[in-house]
């Protein structure tokens, strides 16, 4: 442990932080609320009937405050100071739920007790049934930069599948407020291998995106998450579990059309027309950044210290109220484990992953995957080629053992 090394002290354990990594600097906020729960998500969110009395936004909007004046605190004590805020990304959960001055609120609570770059990029995702011109008009004042829709559909029978409340034509109809509003960097999200989507209603969900304007896309196949309804279903028989053939096919179609249309992928599963609309806040996660995860459940690193917070909204509140700090633990990252996270990150990165990093044995199966034809050598980069991409798990597997 270096002797630069910062105590902050936590209800348990005690954590510790040793520097700033030199990365660029994020703030990541979980807004642990949601309206419905959909029935493939086990994110650490809660509806309203699940917290009773237990938890409201206003107590988790003053335990946040506490959480970032503490962290900002333990900071400046560290070595370096604090750099300025490049990225903020409100995410959750249902952000949009705490409607637009909710959202002008929690930006006020970062901007007391940290600087933020001039440039700052900041997003928050929000669900479309929960939005509205006069929201976007709002946020927008306040200082955001950039919106993320779940949009996962345009047909109905594959909303209703996810457990989805909004209709198919509103996460569009959302977008377009959105870009109306002034944002000129709108995202939507997409699931796609839901059980029951057709070609057809993939096709129809791509038109649709591409009708929106929007300058960046998420695409993400669907996980059956362990615990959650769907798995729940799948087990029972009653819908089929995604099939992989049909999850590559859908990958492609996506990308062949998002490409057609100007949106290249920069990550595997994340598209954007050119590079000032990829999502700085991201990259940072994927490229060795630092950030501070703010909220119940948020995981934060900074410098290779990984924390990770006390996942229940009441106990994240009733800590911070009690004058502590929400950490639930906290890991060092060995040299080997920094090594092991940055290859399973970059290589899913357009730009790839920096050969010269990679251990003699790792350059080995390098040369095996690009013969494979799952990769490319491009300068010092290990590049994914259209299939290592399809294949990008098994790649990095491939590496790492
Ligand atoms: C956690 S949600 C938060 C955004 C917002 N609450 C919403 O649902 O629109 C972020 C995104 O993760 C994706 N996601 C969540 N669970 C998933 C799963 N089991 N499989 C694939 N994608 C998932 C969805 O595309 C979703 O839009
Ligand atoms: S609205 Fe978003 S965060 Fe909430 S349950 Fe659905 S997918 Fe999860």
């Not at 510790?16 to 990365?23: H, K, N, Y």
């Not at 990304?89 to 739920?97: C, E, K, Q, Y």
């Not at 000032?276 to 995981?299: F, I």
Request: charged share 20%; net charge negative.
């Amino acid at each position: 442990m270096s002797s630069a090394a910062a105590p902050i002290e936590a209800e348990t354990p005690a954590l510790v932080l040793r520097d700033f990594g030199g990365g660029p600097f994020g703030i990541y906020i979980h807004v642990p609320f949601c309206a419905t729960r959909c029935g493939y998500c086990d994110f650490n969110t809660y509806t309203a009937g699940e917290l009773g009395t237990s938890a409201s936004p206003q107590s988790w909007l003053e335990a946040l405050r506490g959480e970032l004046a503490t962290a900002a605190e333990r900071f400046a004590a560290l070595p370096t100071a604090t750099p300025e805020v490049a990225t903020i990304f409100v995410g959750g959960g249902t952000p949009s739920l705490l409607g637009g001055d909710g959202l002008a609120d929690v930006l006020d609570s970062v901007r007391a007790n940290f600087a933020l770059a001039a440039d700052a990029e900041v997003t928050t995702e929000s669900n479309p049934e929960s939005t509205a011109p006069e929201f976007f008009e709002r946020i927008r004042a306040a200082g955001f930069t950039r919106v993320s829709l779940g949009m996962q559909s345009a047909a109905q029978h594959v909303l209703k599948v996810l457990d989805r409340t909004h209709t198919p034509g509103r996460a569009v109809a959302a977008a377009k407020e959105a870009r109306a509003a002034g944002f000129d960097h709108v995202n939507l999200d997409l699931i796609y291998g839901t059980p029951g989507e057709r070609d057809s209603d993939l096709d129809a969900s791509l038109d649709a995106v591409l009708s929106a304007g929007v300058d960046h896309v998420s695409a993400y196949s669907l996980i059956v998450e362990d615990g959650t309804a769907l798995a729940r279903r799948v087990r029972r028989g009653e819908l089929p579990a995604p099939d992989d053939d049909v999850l590559a096919a859908r990958y492609e179609r996506i990308d062949s059309r998002l490409d057609a249309a100007g949106l290249t992928w920069y990550e595997v599963s994340n598209w954007a027309a050119g590079d000032s609309a990829r999502c700085r806040h991201n990259l940072g996660y994927w490229d060795g950044g630092d950030w501070l995860g703010a909220g119940p459940g948020a995981h934060s690193h900074v410098g290779g210290v990984r924390w990770w917070n006390v996942k229940h909204p009441a106990r994240y509140a009733d800590t911070v109220a009690r004058g502590g700090f929400p950490a639930a633990g906290w890991e060092m990252l060995t040299a080997d484990e920094q090594h092991t996270e940055r290859v399973m990150l970059t290589v899913r990165l357009r730009t790839g992953l920096p050969l010269e990093e990679l251990a003699p044995k790792e350059s080995a199966a390098a040369t095996r995957i690009i013969a494979d034809g799952l990769a490319v050598r491009s300068g010092d980069h290990l590049i994914l080629t259209d299939r290592g991409r399809l294949l990008a798990d098994g790649v990095v597997r491939d590496l790492l053992t």
